[in-house]
C-alpha cells in the first residue's frame, strides 16, 4: 500500500441526493462555496474537499453538481477520478441524472466505485430493499457492475464509518499514477487571493511540480512561474501526480487563465484543432452519431465544439464503436489516450464517449483501410511506433515526445534508427537507405564522369530535413551504403574512367602534350577538341592533367619534367626565377608563372622577393 501517493474521488448523482451533504459529513468541510449555493441549497460548480482514510491514505474529493443545466460543471471535475461515490437518495431511487451520470463515469472508465444510498433515515427496511435491487440492476452493464451498495445518512451518521472503510479498501487495489517526467495540470479553477496573486486548481498527472518552475498555459501560450503550491490546504515545496493541487502563479493574471487550459513545462504539451478517437455510443442514446455531426466535446476540464467525421460508414448507432475525427472549433491542450464525452447541444444529452489515439493527425479519407489499420495498431498500444510512421524522413526526439507525452524511456523501446536527436523508423530507414543508393546510382548513370553528387542535391532528392540530413549521411556512410569523396557522395563502387584511346579525352591529351610547356589555353583546347567541363573534371581528377590555374593545364608528364627542372634549377643556384625558368622551358612568361604559383600552393617551393627556394 502506498499511502504517501494521493488519490481523487469524485461524487456522482442526481440533484438533491445529498452528494454535498455526504462529503461534509465525512470530511467536516462543506464543498459548496459559492454565496448562491449556500442561498439555493443546491451545487451549482465544482466543490472540493479531502480527507484522512484509517491507512493513512490521503484523499481529495470532487463534489460535482446534480442538475442538468451544470453538466458542463459536472464533466470538467469527473476527470481524472481514482474512483467515484455514486449518490442514490434512498427516498427517490434512481432519477435521469443518476443515470447520465453513470453514463459518464462509464464512458470515462472510471472502474472503481461505491453506490452510496443516501437518506436512508428517510425509508424502511422494505423500501430499501426495492432501491437497493433497482440500483443493483441499473449498474449491471456500466463500469460499476458490481460495485459494493452502502445504505449512509448523513444526518445521522448511519454507515459512514463502513463507507470509509470500503473506501478505503477500494483504493487499496488502486495503481499509484505514474510519473512520466511531464506533468500538467488540466485547469478546474481560477481565483485571485490578496496578496498572492493568480491560483489555479486541478488534479495533477504525470508528473511532479515543484515551486519555482516554469511553466506554459497551453494552448494560449503564456508563460508563468510557480510561486507557491498548497496539496489540501497546507503549503508543499512539491506536488505528486494524482494528488488535488492549488497553484499560485506569478506572470500571468486570472484573465490569462481559464477552466480548460492546462498547465505543463514549456514545449511539452501540444494544443490541437483536430484529433483522431475511437467513440462507443451509449445504447441508450437516443439518436446515432452522424458524419458530419456537430456535438460538444469534454475533455479534461475543456468544452469546445467539435464537427465529427466518421471514417468508415455514415453513422455509428446506439451500442456501436467507430474510428472518427474530430474537428474542433478552437485549439485545446490534449494527449494520447486521453478519455472524452461527446454531447448534442439541443436537447442537451450525452451520447457518446471514448479515447484519443491521435492528437496530431493528418486530414483523413473516409472509408481507406489504411487509415482503420494505422488507428487500430495505435489503439492497440502502438500508438508511439504508430506516430514516427507518420514521417518518413525522421523526427525530432523532441517533437515526437511532445506528441505523444512520451518518455525518454518509451523513446528507447521503440524500433527505429537514432540519429543524433533525430529519429526514424526502422522500416523507413531501410526504404530511406533503399532510396539513397537509387538516386546516387541513377546520379552516376547520368554523370559518369563525375566523382559523385552534392551533398545538397542528395538531401532535396531524398527530401530529407535540414537538420537532420549530416547525421543521416554520416550513417549512410558507416554503413558503407555511400561514400564521401572530398564533399562528393558517391556509391562505394563508382569509379571516373577516362577512356584515353579515343574522342574529346585522347584529342586533348594530345594537344596539351603537343608543346609540353606551352600549350594552348585550356578553354581555347576544350573548343578545339569539343571536351566538355566533365572531361577536363575527370582527367584531372583522374590524374592525367594538372590544371595549373582556370585556363593553363599541364599533361601529367609535362608536370613532371617541369617541375623536375624546378628542383634542378634551384639546386644549381640556389633559387629560380620566372625569366630563368622560361628560358629553360623554352616557354612563354604565362605557363611558367602559373607553374611557380601552383608550387607555391603546393608548397613544394617558396617565394622570396623574385626567387623562388625549395620550401622548408
Known amino acids: 500500500m502506498n499511502t504517501s501517493t494521493g ?3 469524485g461524487t456522482a448523482g442526481h440533484i438533491d441526493h445529498g452528494k454535498s451533504a455526504l462529503i461534509t459529513a465525512l470530511t467536516g468541510i462543506d464543498p459548496d462555496r459559492l454565496a448562491e449555493e449556500k442561498r439555493r441549497g443546491m451545487t451549482i460548480d465544482l466543490g472540493f474537499a479531502h480527507m484522512m482514510l484509517p491507512s493513512g491514505r490521503e484523499i481529495g474529493i470532487v463534489d460535482v453538481p446534480g442538475h442538468a443545466r451544470f453538466m458542463r460543471n459536472m464533466l470538467a471535475g469527473a476527470h481524472g477520478l481514482d474512483a467515484v461515490l455514486l449518490v442514490v437518495a434512498a427516498d427517490e431511487g434512481v432519477m435521469p441524472q443518476t443515470r447520465e451520470h453513470l453514463d459518464i463515469v462509464d464512458l470515462l472508465e472510471v472502474r472503481r466505485g461505491i ?6 433515515d428517510l425509508v424502511d427496511a422494505a423500501w430499501l430493499e426495492l432501491v ?7 449498474i449491471g452493464v456500466t463500469a460499476l457492475a458490481g460495485a459494493e451498495v452502502i445504505p449512509v445518512s448523513a444526518l445521522t451518521g448511519d454507515g459512514l464509518p463502513r463507507l470509509i472503510e470500503a473506501l478505503d479498501a477500494l483504493l487499496d487495489g488502486a495503481e499509484p499514477r505514474k510519473d512520466v517526467g511531464r506533468p500538467r495540470l488540466p485547469v478546474d479553477r481560477v481565483f485571485t487571493m490578496s496578496g498572492f496573486g493568480t491560483v489555479v486548481t486541478g488534479t495533477l498527472a504525470d508528473g511532479t511540480l515543484s515551486v519555482g518552475d516554469e511553466l506554459e498555459v497551453v494552448p494560449r501560450g503564456r508563460l508563468a512561474r510557480i510561486r507557491g503550491l498548497q496539496r489540501h490546504n497546507q503549503s508543499v515545496q512539491t506536488a505528486s501526480p494524482g494528488t488535488r493541487v492549488a497553484v499560485n502563479l506569478t506572470g500571468v493574471d486570472k484573465s490569462d487563465v481559464e477552466r480548460g487550459d492546462v498547465l505543463s513545462p514549456p514545449g511539452t504539451l501540444r494544443s490541437t484543432r ?8 451509449l445504447e441508450s442514446a437516443p439518436r446515432a452519431l452522424r458524419h458530419g455531426a456537430e456535438v460538444l466535446l469534454h475533455a479534461g476540464t475543456a468544452e469546445v465544439g467539435c464537427r465529427v467525421i466518421v471514417l468508415a460508414g455514415d453513422a455509428v448507432e446506439p451500442g456501436r464503436e467507430a474510428w472518427v475525427q474530430l474537428y474542433l472549433e478552437r485549439a485545446i491542450a490534449a494527449g494520447a489516450n486521453d478519455r472524452f464525452i461527446l454531447r448534442v447541444p439541443s436537447p442537451a444529452v450525452t451520447i457518446a464517449g471514448g479515447r484519443f489515439v491521435d492528437v496530431a493527425p493528418r486530414k483523413h479519407p473516409r472509408h481507406d483501410n489504411a487509415v482503420s489499420e494505422s488507428l487500430e495498431r495505435r489503439g492497440a498500444g502502438e500508438g508511439l511506433q504508430e506516430e514516427l510512421r507518420k514521417y518518413s524522413r525522421g523526427v525530432s526526439v523532441a517533437a515526437l515526445m511532445k506528441a505523444m507525452m512520451a518518455s525518454h524511456e518509451d523513446i528507447d523501446r521503440l524500433d527505429a534508427r537514432r540519429l543524433g536527436d533525430w529519429l526514424i523508423g526502422a522500416e523507413a530507414w531501410s526504404a530511406l537507405a533503399e532510396r539513397s543508393i537509387t538516386e546516387v546510382t541513377a546520379y552516376h548513370a547520368a554523370h559518369p564522369l563525375r566523382p559523385g553528387m552534392a551533398r545538397e542535391e542528395l538531401r532535396n532528392r531524398l527530401r530529407v530535413h535540414p537538420n537532420a540530413f549530416p547525421a543521416t549521411l554520416s550513417a549512410l556512410i558507416s554503413e558503407g551504403k555511400l561514400e564521401d569523396r572530398q564533399g562528393a557522395i558517391a556509391m562505394p563502387q563508382h569509379r571516373v574512367a577516362i577512356d584515353g584511346s579515343d574522342g574529346p579525352a585522347r584529342q586533348l591529351l594530345e594537344l596539351l602534350g603537343r608543346e609540353p610547356f606551352a600549350p594552348p589555353s585550356l578553354p581555347e583546347a576544350m573548343q578545339q577538341t569539343r571536351a566538355g567541363p566533365e572531361v577536363v573534371r575527370a582527367l584531372a581528377q583522374s590524374g592525367a592533367i594538372v590544371r595549373l590555374s582556370d585556363d593553363i593545364a599541364f ?6 619534367n617541369a617541375v623536375g627542372l624546378v628542383k634542378e634549377l634551384i639546386a644549381a643556384t640556389g633559387s629560380v626565377t620566372v625569366a630563368q625558368l622560361r628560358d629553360r622551358m623554352g616557354a612563354s612568361r604565362r605557363p611558367v608563372l602559373a607553374l611557380l604559383e601552383h608550387l607555391d600552393g603546393a608548397k613544394v617551393t617558396r617565394r622570396v622577393g623574385d626567387q623562388r627556394i625549395l620550401f622548408r
Open 7 to 9: 488519490f481523487v474521488v
Open 115 to 120: 453506490v452510496v444510498l443516501s437518506k436512508v
Open 132 to 138: 437497493t435491487a433497482e440500483v443493483r440492476e441499473t
Open 274 to 281: 483536430r484529433i483522431d478517437a475511437h467513440v462507443r455510443v
Open 555 to 560: 599533361t601529367q608528364e609535362s608536370y613532371a
